[in-house]
């Protein structure tokens, strides 16, 4: 059974860095896509970026893309998110997902079947 564990969530100033780690246990093939979402207060969660494992073709959402970068160790045990000229908006819970990968795209929560339990990230202006 995968299981995903987040880290690496903080407080930043406005146009700081931060890296999120996701620590996975348990079989995870190279068919696999991990993602990343974020869920800030009131609103609903939402596709950052995802990865698939077999290709590693990585996938953004426009609101981050140039500005974060998706990566995953060879050995698929940790996925990345390096986050760069962080805004405020970016201000949200950062949730790993995994999907055992089924679908054409993975812009929906639905699509993820396992997830971490999420790590705080707070930009202040």
């Known amino acids: 059974q995968v299981q995903l564990v987040e880290s690496g969530g903080g407080l930043v100033q406005a146009g700081g860095s931060l890296r999120l780690s996701c620590a996975a246990s348990?079989?995870?093939?190279?068919?696999?896509?991990m993602g990343w979402f974020r869920q800030a207060p009131g609103k609903e969660r939402e596709f950052v970026s995802f990865?698939?494992?077999?290709?590693?073709?990585?996938y953004y959402a426009d609101s981050v893309k140039g500005r974060f970068t998706i990566s995953g160790d060879n050995a698929k045990t940790t996925l990345y998110l390096q986050m760069n000229s962080l805004k405020p908006e970016d201000t949200a819970v950062y949730y790993c997902?995994?999907?055992?990968?089924?679908?054409?795209?993975?812009?929906?929560?639905?699509?993820?079947?396992?997830w971490g339990q999420g790590t705080q990230v707070t930009v202040s202006s």
């Open positions: 990865l698939r494992l077999k290709s590693r073709s990585t």
């Open positions: 997902a995994a999907s055992k990968g089924t679908y054409a795209t993975y812009y929906l929560p639905t699509q993820f079947a396992v």
């Open positions: 348990g079989r995870i093939s190279s068919t696999y896509v």
